[in-house]
């Protein structure tokens, strides 16, 4: 028998029931991501575009220099390995025992992926079976829910409530149910700017140790911590071997279009994630894995550059903010600043968003569409300070006006 596409005359009973949508049921609710509706809305009006998290300036020459001598030596230019190409493994594992003092093995124990998206879709897709439970703080990243979903997994919400949207542990505690599989972790934290604390982190592994708990942790914002210290989960005692650690170079190097992800494990973790990562994309970005293995090794003054010029742009965003009359949850990481529109008598986030290009020309993102719980963040609003500083500059003066 012949295998192949199916054909034309394929029997009237094998169609799709009368009535079922084309779109798979699991991914019921998700449509266009907020982030394209808040930057389409933000370019046709002709705004200042605070909502995307997406610099407006390319990151260190040399970088985009080292893609260039790799496109024209031919490096990458065809399949790269499947894992990555051993350059950027090398690098990667370099990189977290310079900084964390944790060992991995460049051969099996490092993945390179399609930006952290695709590694969060990997992991779960290759770690999560259907009715699993998947334990996520809320408010969190659009795309985990729909990965959870895609996995056929159950989200349980542990909300971060303003205004220290720290997690209650003892809360935590109860939501563990014997389906739980898996603790889904963002630190820094993207919307809130939350950095876990060793205290959290050390409570978190002890639940995880004593429920035999996987755990995905997205750490891309690892090098934009402005109060305290980034402190990787995995390092604690008990957590080498259930911890798959995500990171990425968009947001460290400011070559987001680039897509350069990865992730690090136990050697049967990374097998597992890379087991779906195969079907996926495959490999991709050949050429800029070899650029961005000589980010990695840039010297520590990179680093500390970048930290403290994300904290003077968020100093001077929340400085503006505050003057036009937000309430201000001041991030200790990431380059975004959660706010609320009380303040202005308003309360639908999402309708503020929608308005607020009119109404002053700037474009932010509605916390709330990243809530299960709709009243926890209704009226959150988001805004990035990824951005020059004559931009933000105007951005303030803009928002003045709501005032």
Excluded at 3 to 24: D, F, K, S, V, Y
Excluded at 93 to 104: D, I, K, N, S, V
Excluded at 305 to 327: N, Y
Aim: with cysteine; net charge negative.
């Amino acid at each position: 028998m012949t295998q192949g596409r199916p054909t034309q005359g394929r029997p009237t009973e094998e169609r799709p029931a009368p009535g079922r949508g084309p779109l798979n049921r699991r991914l019921a609710g998700f449509g266009t991501t907020i982030f394209a509706e808040m930057s389409a809305l933000a370019q046709q009006t002709g705004s200042i575009n605070l909502g995307q998290g997406f610099p407006d300036t390319d990151g260190p020459e040399e970088i985009r220099e080292a893609a260039v001598r790799a496109l024209r030596a031919g490096h990458g230019n065809q399949y790269p390995p499947g894992p990555g190409v051993p350059e950027l493994r090398n690098a990667v594992a370099a990189h977290q025992e310079r900084l964390y003092g944790l060992t991995w093995s460049p051969e099996t124990e490092v993945l390179v992926t399609t930006g952290a998206t695709e590694a969060i879709a990997a992991s779960l897709l290759g770690l999560l079976e259907p009715d699993d439970e998947v334990i996520a703080f809320e408010p969190y990243y659009d795309s985990y829910a729909a990965c959870i979903a895609m996995a056929g997994a159950q989200r349980v919400p542990l909300t971060l409530r303003a205004p220290h949207f720290r997690p209650d542990l003892d809360e935590l505690r109860t939501l563990i149910t014997p389906r739980t599989r898996l603790l889904l972790l963002n630190t820094p934290h993207n919307p809130t700017g939350t950095v876990l604390t060793p205290d959290e982190l050390t409570g978190i592994a002890a639940l995880a140790v004593e429920h035999d708990l996987l755990v995905v942790t997205d750490e891309v914002y690892e090098h934009l911590v402005f109060t305290g210290a980034h402190h990787p989960i995995a390092a604690l005692p008990g957590m080498r071997e259930r911890t798959v650690s995500v990171s990425s170079s968009g947001k460290t190097f400011s070559y987001t279009g680039w897509k350069i992800g990865w992730v690090t494990g136990d050697a049967p973790l990374v097998a597992a994630v890379r087991t779906a990562k195969q079907y996926l994309t495959f490999v991709s970005g050949g050429p800029f894995q070899y650029a961005i293995a000589e980010a990695l090794a840039l010297p520590d003054t990179f680093f500390t550059g970048f930290r403290a010029d994300m904290h003077r742009k968020r100093d001077l965003l929340a400085k503006g903010l505050r003057a036009a009359g937000f309430r201000v949850y001041e991030p200790e990481g990431t380059y975004f600043i959660t706010t609320d529109i009380s303040p202005f008598g308003d309360e639908d986030a999402y309708a503020f968003c929608r308005a607020l290009p009119a109404r002053c020309g700037v474009a932010a993102v509605p916390v709330s569409v990243f809530y299960d719980d709709p009243e926890a963040g209704r009226s959150q609003v988001r805004f990035t300070f990824c951005k020059k500083d004559d931009v933000l500059e105007s951005a303030v003066e803009r928002l003045a006006r709501l005032g």
